[in-house]
């Protein structure tokens, strides 16, 4: 406990002097020893940590941990021989240990696969060569730092990864990350560190996690993280859950002025490589916090070519690279110097465009990955007589191709739940789809290869298609790789159209957001194309508003609404409105949030479950003060029911560094008719209005109408998706104008007496 206390204090000397007193009082307990050996190997003592666990090896012989940890210890030192011996002892001791099975397989294999070869010495591990000295890099902590660094809540001292690639694909990955911590916020931020892998597959050992802290006399104290976790990655709240876990190290009184430091390897252990021979690397560069050196080296035999892209190194103002040739193997080096952080703007692109990364592959073409993908999946793609059967009950009574096609994605979106089991492989095979449609569940690829099956039943060919969404921002088309792509969706060459079998409330012709203008490879037996998907128009995006407003000289009103909504919107108001029994209610709390103290009447939304027909909805409420008084006997009359505010909605920055991505293009176009109390007329406000610019149009007009009606009519249209920064200011502007439209109002009085 006072070890602990210690510990938790920042106190690393005190700390390792009462845990070695501790194990001295009951040199029975081992659980002791193997801490007291980590804490001292972290102090910067490996012999001594060693002498110590092999003092307590024949001291307790039988001890299967105090062998293992024995075993790990001399690997890391380079004592291989002496290493496996130890673990092959643990294994004896403790046969039923499946993880210990396999990290002394892993370890037996390493020459089998060529892991000592390509190293270019016999015995030579990832870490000891590359595992750079945390305490010379300390030196540099107190360096000036680098722009943007000084405010900064932490910096990246060392990010580094050393990758060996085998001649099976298979790898074997050593980290490194040292994080100097400059404020409380900081520490906050950086006290779990989580190394993810996929147990079966892949084996995980934390050489080294600690934190290095000077104290007030400038002696360097360091601190074991001794708190340590497995974690499931599953998703149960999206539905999808994987084989991979997270080993997670918490450093505990992580404090401003500490660096911290963890060293990890992950090793594939798989007997075969479930992709094939391929191998493929995605990486992040830059972070939210600075970074003062990242570095990568990949380990290749010279036979495998590895295709590469350093992309927006425009963003690094340092950068090296390196090919070189040794002993049988290519390295192949990166590294950069004084990245920045990602600074986060809202409604900014994916980060792969906003910083650089690093995509590394041993594909040459796009048409090598279709090729093998298509090998992947095309006997999950088989048919039986139940699936022919589903395919052609689905489309009785439809004539036309479309209609066809409607029915196939109703069956496929409606009748089956999004629930993903993605284990081994199955992050990128589809489930076989007659199993698909008899469990009535699976994920995206699961859907879309579904969709793909019952449309080919119905003579309608069809192909997959590997999406990188939106999120996760566009990236060069080079090299070819899976490494990039988070989705899956179908492809109708016929029709020119993409069907997302994950969007529950989207009819075919309203393709969700995150797959629109991105990058995909579409992949059938024919071959692999890649390509960008469309970007809906603006008036495929469109609402349409019509108001019969009855005005009382009070200025209450009661409203008859007419509503449409057409594309990209109308999914959300079906999921939204999609219990009938809360229609009501919920549609009386749009009311009464745009205008407090509204009744709502009565709504209709007929239809509201065909995802092919547009949104309607017909409406009645009684609205209190919805024209204002101005002067006697004389009312305001709004243009727009909706709020003079697209500034602060869309372009509340004054300025912008990154493009602004909307969600989509669209239109808007309303017309409300005021019927006004007897006697009354239009005094003022009737002008035309209209604003035309590059990214879309205004027109208001105001027209009398016999009878003592007002009729307005505006059409609104935002033409572009996304605003480039150098045109940010004038988008802004446009909005503005349409704020300042919008605010006008018509004024309605009592005709003066004759």
């Not at 307790?60 to 092959?88: C, E, F, I, N």
């Not at 969709?451 to 990236?475: D, F, K, Q």
């Not at 002067?631 to 305001?636: D, I, K």
Request: proline share 5%; glycine share 8%.
């Amino acid at each position: 406990q006072l070890s602990r206390r210690a510990r938790a204090r920042g106190e690393g000397g005190e700390a390792l002097a009462k845990l070695r007193e501790a194990a001295d009082l009951r040199p029975d307990l081992s659980t002791l020893e193997l801490e007291l050996a980590r804490a001292t190997e972290g102090a910067g003592e490996p012999e001594a940590a060693r002498a110590r666990l092999e003092a307590v090896a024949a001291r307790l012989p039988d001890d299967a941990g105090v062998q293992t940890s024995l075993g790990k210890l001399l690997r890391r030192s380079g004592r291989r021989a002496d290493a496996l011996a130890r673990l092959h002892a643990a294994t004896t001791l403790r046969p039923q240990d499946p993880e210990l099975r396999r990290y002394v397989e892993a370890f037996e294999q390493e020459k089998a696969t060529g892991g000592e070869a390509l190293a270019g010495q016999a015995g030579e591990d990832l870490a000891r060569r590359y595992a750079a000295d945390a305490r010379a890099l300390l030196t540099t902590a107190a360096d000036p730092p680098a722009t943007g660094e000084a405010s900064a809540d932490a910096a990246v001292l060392l990010d580094r990864r050393a990758v060996r690639v085998h001649v099976n694909g298979l790898s074997q990955t050593f980290a490194q990350r040292l994080v100097l911590v400059r404020t409380q916020h900081g520490a906050e931020d950086n006290k779990s560190f989580y190394v993810r892998y996929t147990p079966g597959e892949q084996e995980v050992e934390i050489r080294q996690a600690r934190i290095y802290r000077r104290g007030p006399n400038g002696a360097l104290d360091v601190i074991e993280a001794t708190d340590r976790d497995d974690q499931d990655l599953s998703e149960p709240w999206y539905g999808l859950y994987y084989d991979n876990r997270a080993e997670v190290v918490r450093f505990e009184g992580l404090r401003a002025g500490d660096v911290l430091e963890v060293q990890y390897v992950v090793d594939d252990v798989s007997a075969r490589n479930q992709m094939a021979d391929y191998f493929g690397d995605f990486q992040m560069i830059a972070e939210s916090i600075p970074k003062r050196r990242w570095d990568y080296t990949l380990i290749a035999p010279a036979s495998r070519p590895i295709y590469s892209n350093l992309a927006n190194a425009p963003n690094v103002p340092r950068l090296e690279r390196s090919t070189t040739d040794r002993d049988g193997a290519r390295v192949y080096a990166f590294a950069v110097r004084d990245v920045a952080s990602i600074e986060p703007e809202p409604a900014m692109p994916g980060l792969a465009e906003a910083a650089p990364y690093l995509h590394v592959s041993t594909y040459a073409s796009w048409a090598d990955v279709g090729a093998w993908y298509w090998r992947l999946v095309e006997e999950q793609l088989a048919s039986d007589d139940e699936l022919r059967k589903a395919a052609h009950d689905a489309v009785r009574g439809a004539k036309t191709d479309v209609e066809r096609v409607r029915a196939i994605h109703d069956l496929v979106v409606k009748d089956t739940r999004y629930v993903g089991l993605e284990f081994g492989i199955h992050g990128y095979k589809p489930y076989k789809v007659t199993q698909i449609l008899e469990r009535r569940f699976g994920d995206c690829k699961d859907k879309a290869s579904l969709m793909l099956a019952l449309l080919r039943e119905v003579g309608i060919p069809s192909e997959l298609v590997l999406v990188r969404t939106r999120r996760g921002g566009r990236v060069a088309p080079e090299p070819a790789s899976l490494a990039i792509f988070d989705h899956a969706i179908t492809y109708v060459p016929k029709l020119d159209l993409y069907l997302d079998g994950t969007a529950e409330f989207s009819g075919t012709s309203e393709l969700p957001t995150q797959d629109q203008g991105v990058l995909v490879l579409r992949v059938s037996a024919a071959g692999a194309h890649l390509v960008e998907t469309p970007v809906l128009a603006a008036e495929t995006n469109k609402v349409a508003r019509g108001w019969r407003v009855a005005l009382a000289a009070t200025g209450d009103a009661r409203v008859e609404e007419d509503l449409e909504i057409h594309g990209a919107a109308a999914p959300d108001w079906r999921a939204h409105y999609q219990t009938p029994g809360e229609r009501a209610e919920r549609y009386g709390r749009v009311w009464e949030a745009r205008s407090p103290g509204t009744r709502l009447v009565s709504v209709e939304m007929p239809d509201l479950e065909d995802r092919d027909a547009p949104v309607k909805i017909h409406a009645v409420a009684d609205v209190p003060r919805l024209a204002v008084p101005v002067g006697e006997g004389a009312l305001a009359l709004p243009l727009a029911v909706r709020e003079a505010d697209f500034v602060r909605t869309y372009a509340r920055l004054s300025t912008r560094r990154e493009d602004l991505v909307l969600d989509y293009p669209w239109t808007h176009e309303e017309e409300i008719t005021y019927a006004l109390p007897a006697g009354w007329a239009v005094r003022s406000g009737a002008t035309p209005r209209e604003i035309v610019t590059p990214f879309g149009r205004l027109h208001v007009a105001v027209e009398v109408i016999d009878g003592g009606r007002v009729r307005v009519k505006s059409s609104l249209a935002v033409t572009r998706g996304r605003i480039a920064a150098a045109d940010y200011a004038a988008f802004r502007a446009f909005l503005g104008e349409i704020d300042a439209v919008f605010a006008g109002r018509v004024i309605v009085g009592a005709e003066a007496k004759k």
